[in-house]
């Protein structure tokens, strides 16, 4: 896939379930979205809700997840906040993060569900999505 995904059909379902138990080698959490352009005036940091992401998998995949807000599970509020949404994805990452599930969200939004050793998950509802494989690490990720 090296096209932009906005809505995940059956077909890409099929590709991207192949990704269901990856680890998590590294996340870099951009400070601005692919989304900043539709929102309505500047967005502060600290109101932050979607952001992109890029998640470097063990299998040397690199998922580009754009316009991604994460909650702790379905019943919660995305979090809110850069500084937050990067912490929360540090304590996750630092105990074996790994994509447990690919499921669809409203509008057939891609929504991945990450868990960690300790039995915790995250749910990252995704706007857009891009898939790559990368060589190195970023310096500068998680």
């Known amino acids: 896939m090296a096209d932009l995904q906005f809505k995940l059909t059956d077909e890409l379902w099929q590709e991207?379930?192949?990704?269901?138990?990856?680890?998590?080698?590294?996340?870099v959490v951009w400070d601005q979205s692919m989304l900043d352009e539709a929102m309505e005036g500047p967005i502060s940091q600290a109101e932050r809700a979607f952001v992109d992401i890029d998640?470097?998998?063990a299998n040397q995949t690199k998922l580009e997840l754009y316009g991604a807000s994460i909650a702790?599970?379905?019943?919660?509020?995305p979090?809110?906040?850069?500084?937050?949404?990067?912490?929360?994805?540090?304590?996750?990452?630092?105990?074996?993060?790994?994509?447990?599930?690919?499921?669809?969200g409203?509008?057939?939004m891609l929504v991945l569900i990450l868990s960690n050793d300790n039995q915790e998950s995250l749910l990252v509802a995704v706007?857009?999505?891009?898939?790559?494989?990368?060589d190195v690490l970023p310096e500068d990720a998680i």
């Open 127 to 134: 706007s857009a999505w891009l898939e790559d494989v990368w």
């Open 16 to 27: 991207l379930i192949a990704l269901e138990g990856a680890p998590i080698s590294a996340i």
């Open 55 to 57: 998640l470097y998998l």
């Open 79 to 104: 979090i809110v906040g850069l500084d937050d949404i990067g912490e929360t994805l540090v304590r996750h990452s630092l105990n074996g993060a790994m994509i447990d599930e690919i499921a669809a």
């Open 106 to 108: 409203p509008e057939d």
């Open 72 to 77: 702790v599970d379905e019943e919660s509020d």
